[in-house]
Structures are given as structure tokens and as C-alpha cells.
């Protein structure tokens, strides 16, 4: 049997769902879905972000039918849960974590929440230095 204690994953960290089939050959079938939060300052604008993720990942274990139908979380028929739920949400996260997917971001002038300041925030363009240089030039 699967089992034993190494099931338990923290609920307060997330609530789990754990289905196990049998396949035929003395294999098994495992789908865990989970929810999880994470809360960290957005890669854009630097605000707290709790952004959620849905994780649906699936794992076969069948034994003796090479190695790709064996899990890596499966040994000796203990299922390594904590293992297989942490690398199921690491797979699930997007390369940035932001507060909401379109996030403005902050203003690469003056650093202003660009959330907040709204789309018409903007500066005149910064006078171009090889200019400003000439400008100091006297003809006389
Ligand atoms: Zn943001
Ligand atoms: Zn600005």
C-alpha cells in the first residue's frame, strides 16, 4: 500500500487533494491538486503580492516498465509527498511574481507607482546631454 505518515502535507501551508488509481501491472496513477499562495513584493512596482496558483500535476508509478514510468517520488511504495508538492508548485510559477498580471509597474523617470499615477503619468523627454553640451558653446 501507499501510505504511511509521509503523507501528511501542512495545512496551514495548503489543502491538498491527493487521487490515487491503481493501473493495471501493479502501477498507480497519482493526481494531486493544490492551491497555494505565496505572498512576496511584486517584481514590478515592489507592492505586497499574494498571487494563487492552481496546481494539477500527475505522477505514474509503474514498476518495471522503464525508467520514465517510474516517479521520483515513489520508493518502496511511500509517496513523497512534501517532495513531489513543492516541485509540482515550483514548476507551476511564472518567471515573475507580480500583484496582478498587468501590473504597470513603477516609472523609470521618477519611480512613481504607475498602479496609482495613472496611464497619463509622464515626464517632458529629458533634454538629450550631447545637445545640452552644444548649447554650452559660445560663437563670438
Ligand atoms: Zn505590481
Ligand atoms: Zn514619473
Redesign the pocket.
Known amino acids: 500500500m501507499l501510505g504511511g505518515d509521509r503523507f501528511d502535507v501542512d495545512p496551514e501551508l495548503v489543502e491538498a487533494r491527493l487521487d490515487i488509481s491503481r493501473t493495471t501491472g501493479h502501477g498507480y496513477a497519482l493526481r494531486l491538486r493544490f492551491d497555494a499562495s505565496l505572498a512576496g513584493p511584486?517584481m514590478?512596482?515592489l507592492?505586497p503580492?499574494v498571487p494563487e496558483f492552481h496546481i494539477d500535476a500527475l505522477e505514474i508509478s509503474q514498476p518495471g516498465q522503464g525508467e520514465e514510468l517510474e516517479s521520483p517520488y515513489i520508493e518502496h511504495e511511500i509517496l513523497d509527498l512534501a517532495a513531489w508538492t513543492r516541485d509540482a508548485l515550483a514548476l507551476s510559477l511564472p518567471e515573475k511574481l507580480?500583484?496582478?498580471a498587468d501590473?504597470a509597474?513603477l516609472c523609470a523617470v521618477c519611480g512613481a507607482d504607475l498602479?496609482q499615477a495613472g496611464p497619463e503619468h509622464g515626464h517632458e523627454p529629458a533634454p538629450d546631454s550631447r545637445w545640452a553640451k552644444l548649447s554650452e558653446l559660445r560663437f563670438d
Do not use: D, K, Q, V
Open positions: 511584486c514590478r512596482c507592492e503580492a507580480l500583484c496582478r501590473c509597474g498602479n
